[in-house]
């Protein structure tokens, strides 16, 4: 006998798409309970997202991977099974990523023109590495160049998901010099809704929370002044990491793996860039949870920050400066003692001047004045 | 330009320039100072004092019962404020780190919360600082417009710092940058105000005691 809360299963949807996975509506419930928790929603929204998701049509997705590593599919991928993220994946019908998809050359770019067709103005546009604006020729695909198949297949997407850092705030890629003018999503798309999902690469389960946000809302999430989640984004990595308490005892590692560091002491001296990234690896964790790089020894070096390659070196502490040094400090110290010279010149000859310029008086001249 | 953008620039070239102005204009004052000089004093020193500069260092950071009992609110606010910065400057572990990076040697830091507590001691007794001289008619008549500017210069990298630490008013990183910041115009500023006094004030208690002792009014 069907259970009376069970939902009826519709054809071509998320419910029928589990039902035929065999995945109870236990397990869905459950997966939609983690989601609402990372997405920061009451829990009651738990059972609403469940509805809504399994009456979804299986979403259209399009990936497009411009300057990348392929870090970002890999991490996305190389999620245990079964995960929420594989649970996810298999539930939205993804049309083109020229690296998990069978199809290749003509058939490829066809299947792309073909979802892009089928599902105008509807389809999911997720993006990864950034743009080369320098030439045309650094990066294409099929003949396109990034920039052409961007804004070709931005343009009847409902909403675009920038996944990594690259696609976010232009990476590693645009990392000075920029020797390709690279730019981010954001930097060329303006008419659209962007999610930047950044990360290098992101965590697997904050592309799985965006995707179940767009899918049981219709929308995007709400998002910080760098357009990612703030559900995920909206606390540091300091803030939510467990070695912050020695952080406050002002108890630190003093070198990699020492045996302060295996305690679980901050990892502040050694460069970590936690309090000033925005993520959610203290929380959500790695590799189903196992762990992250902080906990592994590794000072977070602030990946999901905009221009983080830029922003110092990854092992000086926060606290100290990214260039002065003590040759410098020198060099300024002789400048200020020369200039000292010439003060002290100028004021001994400013006082020897004036003595000489002294005239001594007689008493017979000042009685002569008083007269 | 992002927040981080920004805490680059301010640890940084800002830092970098700061930093050289500061070390170029500390050894610049120093020298104009000292090489003012001073007449050769000709007469036979005293003899029953020596060391008395060394002594009148120390005596004159110890303040004398009358005088604390004259005006307790300048005395009180005074060493609460100049202990809570000191410590807050010294002692807190990333500013520790500063130091280790420039002088290649670092030192035990204190916990975080004590410091904090004691930058918040600190702001406390600048406030009443700046309330007593604005009140008390003597020394609202000592004061110019750089009194006040070195009083607002002082507050700001505490203000800063602690609102950075405590996540408060702005998002950490543009309130750490806004605090490099303001400690950078303190670094510019210190050796041209009277805020110089930070290594003006031993060399000037060594002159007075030794320049008394030799005259026969010892320490």
């Known amino acids: 006998m069907k259970h009376a809360q069970q939902p009826d299963i519709l054809p071509g949807t998320v419910g029928e798409g589990l039902a035929q996975r065999g995945v109870t509506r236990r397990e869905f419930l459950k997966l939609c309970t983690t989601l609402t928790a990372l997405l920061a929603l009451p829990p009651s929204m738990a059972g609403a997202m469940a509805e809504a998701i399994s009456k979804a049509r299986r979403q259209s997705v399009i990936w497009l991977s411009f300057q990348e590593c392929t870090g970002c599919t890999e991490s996305i991928t190389r999620s245990h099974s079964p995960t929420l993220e594989n649970l996810i994946f298999d539930l939205i019908s993804l049309d083109y990523h020229h690296t998990l998809q069978a199809a290749s050359a003509e058939a490829a770019e066809h299947a792309r023109e073909q979802a892009m067709k089928d599902n105008d103005g509807k389809y999911l546009l997720i993006v990864d590495g950034s743009i080369p604006m320098g030439n045309p020729g650094f990066s294409t695909i099929a003949g396109i160049s990034n920039y052409d198949m961007l804004m070709e297949t931005a343009r009847g997407a409902a909403a675009i998901v920038a996944v990594g850092t690259c696609a976010a705030h232009g990476g590693i890629p645009r990392a000075d010099p920029n020797p390709t003018g690279a730019v981010s999503v954001g930097d060329i798309v303006k008419d659209k809704p962007i999610i930047n999902v950044p990360g290098c690469p992101p965590i697997p389960v904050v592309m799985t929370g965006v995707l179940a946000h767009f899918l049981t809302f219709g929308g995007i999430p709400e998002l910080d002044a760098q357009g990612r989640p703030k559900s995920f984004y909206g606390e540091t990595i300091h803030d939510r990491c467990y070695r912050r308490p020695f952080y406050d005892q002002g108890k630190f590692a003093q070198t990699f793996d020492d045996e302060a560091a295996r305690q679980g002491w901050c990892l502040f001296k050694l460069g970590c860039k936690g309090p000033v990234t925005y993520n959610a690896c203290a929380t959500t964790k790695w590799n189903d949870g196992t762990s992250f790089p902080i906990q592994s020894g590794h000072g977070c070096i602030g990946c999901s920050e905009a221009n983080f390659w830029d922003a110092g070196p990854l092992y000086k502490a926060l606290s100290m400066p990214v260039s002065a040094t003590t040759s410098m400090l020198g060099a300024a110290a002789a400048a200020g003692a020369a200039a000292g010279v010439a003060v002290t010149w100028h004021n001994r000859s400013t006082k020897a001047a004036a003595k000489a310029a002294h005239e001594k008086m007689t008493v017979q001249e000042l009685s002569r004045e008083e007269k | ?219």
């Open chain 2, 1 to 219: 330009m992002s927040h981080l953008d920004l805490l680059t620039f301010a640890r940084g070239s800002a830092l970098n320039w700061a930093l050289v102005l500061f070390a170029a204009g500390v050894v610049l004052r120093l020298f104009e100072i000292l090489g003012l000089g001073r007449r050769p004093d000709l007469a036979k020193p005293r003899p029953d004092s020596p060391g008395s500069g060394w002594r009148t260092i120390v005596m004159r950071s110890v303040p004398k019962a009358d005088t604390l009992k004259r005006d307790a609110v300048t005395y009180v606010s005074g060493y609460t404020f100049h202990i809570g910065l000191l410590v807050s400057i010294f002692f807190f572990a990333p500013h520790i780190e500063f130091f280790r990076s420039q002088s290649g040697f670092g030192w035990p830091g204190l916990p975080s919360a004590l410091v904090d507590a004691l930058a918040v001691i600190a702001m406390v007794a600048l406030g009443v600082s700046l309330a007593h001289r604005i009140t008390s008619p003597v020394k609202r008549m000592l004061s110019d417009i750089s009194d006040y500017v070195a009083w607002a210069m002082t507050l700001l990298p505490l203000l800063t710092g602690y609102l950075a630490y405590h996540h408060l008013l702005l998002e950490y990183t543009m309130m750490l940058a806004l605090h490099l910041f303001s400690i950078e115009l303190l670094l510019v500023l210190l050796p041209f105000t009277k805020l110089f006094h930070a290594f003006s004030l031993f060399i000037s208690r060594w002159y007075n005691g030794d320049i008394s002792a030799r005259k026969g009014v010892a320490s």
